[in-house]
C-alpha cells in the first residue's frame, strides 16, 4: 500500500473531509513507527556484528577445523613415538568449543 502524500491530505481538507484526512495521518504514523522500529533492530544487528568482528580481529590463533569457532588450543605436545629421535615433535589439539581433537605430527625446521 503507497503512503499518501502532504498533497492528498491538503486536497482532503479542501474538501472538508478532515476525519479522512486524519486517517491518511495515522497511516504515515503508523509507517514512521514500523521505520523506527526497523531502524532499532538494524542498529542492534549492527552492534552485534561490530562485536564478532572485534572478537575474530582480535583472535591471533587458527579456528577449529571442524566448527571454524575460534577455540582451537593446544593441549599437549611431546616427542613422537616412531620420529621423535628424529626431532619429530606430536602436538595434540583440541576445540573448546565442540571437543574435537587433532593429532599433528611437526618436525623442526
Known sequence: MALPNYKDIVELL?????????????????AALELQEENISLKNQILELQEKVRK???FEGEPCPKCRKPAWILESSEP???FGELGGIRRVYRCTECGFTES??????
Do not use: F, N
Not at 479542501?14 to 503508523?30: F, L, N
Not at 599433528?104 to 625446521?109: D, F, G, R, W
Open 14 to 30: 479542501k474538501k472538508g473531509a478532515t476525519i479522512e484526512a486524519q486517517e491518511k495521518i495515522m497511516e504515515i504514523r503508523e
Open 56 to 58: 575474530l580481529e582480535a
Open 80 to 82: 613422537d613415538k616412531t
Open 104 to 109: 599433528k605430527l611437526v618436525t623442526p625446521k
